[in-house]
């Protein structure tokens, strides 16, 4: 099982990292903080992430990656729902619409999502048991 879920989130963030690095391609760059620069920021994350969860599958790497995959998810999710605007220097990402890109890195985000909670899970120390 911890193969498995190990995987799970290297292929989810590795995928994430992929299409962030290709969308933010073809996003306009511009001064200050742009939604490109942001793509790249996240793709970085994902793919060192990825990285680090396939050398090492810890509590630790584990946490990572799901902050990682879920603020990712939970960006995605809020954007395409909801018109938030401008946040200080961040630019508005609002986006009404799926797309096979958006669909593909949100399944990919969702499962590196859960596997690295079920990672979290099953690398937490268990009682002892006496008997």
């Known amino acids: 099982m911890g193969l498995i879920l190990r995987l799970l989130v290297v292929a989810g963030l590795a995928v994430d990292a992929y299409v962030h690095f290709h969308l933010a391609g073809d996003l306009g760059s511009g001064g200050g903080l742009t939604e490109g620069t942001l793509f790249w920021i996240q793709g970085v994350l994902a793919a060192l992430v990825a990285v680090l969860v396939l050398l090492r599958a810890t509590r630790l790497t584990y946490g990572i990656a799901f902050v990682v995959a879920a603020s990712a998810l939970g960006a995605v999710l809020l ?3 909801v018109d938030v605007g401008p ?3 961040f630019p508005n990402m609002y986006e009404p619409v799926w797309y096979a890109e958006k669909v593909v890195t949100t399944v990919a ?15 937490s120390p268990r009682p002892r048991t006496t008997g």
């Open 79 to 81: 954007y395409r729902y």
């Open 109 to 123: 985000e969702a499962v590196a999502t859960v596997a690295a909670a079920l990672g979290l899970w099953q690398t």
């Open 87 to 89: 946040l200080g220097p």
